[in-house]
């Protein structure tokens, strides 16, 4: 069993910041790609932004500037620094892993349950 849980969610002003964490655990042999993906209701499911397990980033140009993923590879974790925010980037945000179990031969995706993100005055 692999889960990804989210935190760091929330309501915050046009202007403002907040850090959205991702941390997997269980059964894992090697974690590969980490990112982000948000949806707005109304809107499909988009991406935001991933990192390499080497640490190389990519990014929509959307939030290019304004967001920043790190990750924790002692942790299986990933963070989203999110400065700038503006009203559009209200949404689920979800956090996807590309996860090699032991015994296993492939990378399989697996997502985050999503944590809520609003930005309103």
């Known amino acids: 069993q692999v889960q990804l849980v989210e935190s760091g969610g929330g309501l915050v002003q046009p202007g403002g910041s907040l850090r959205l964490s991702c941390a997997a655990s269980?059964?894992?042999?090697?974690?590969?790609?980490m990112g982000w993906y948000r949806q707005a209701p109304g809107k499909e499911r988009e991406f935001v932004a991933d990192?390499?397990?080497?640490?190389?980033?990519n990014y929509a140009d959307s939030v290019k500037g304004r967001f920043t993923i790190s990750r924790d590879n002692a942790k299986n974790t990933v963070h989203l620094q999110m400065n700038s925010l503006k009203p559009e980037d209200s949404a689920v945000y979800y956090c996807?892993?590309?996860?090699?179990?032991?015994?296993?031969?492939?990378?399989?995706?697996?997502w985050g349950q999503g944590t809520q993100v609003t930005v309103s005055s």
């Open positions: 269980g059964s894992i042999f090697s974690i590969n790609a």
């Open positions: 996807k892993f590309q996860i090699r179990r032991p015994t296993r031969y492939s990378y399989i995706d697996y």
């Open positions: 990192i390499s397990s080497g640490g190389s980033t």
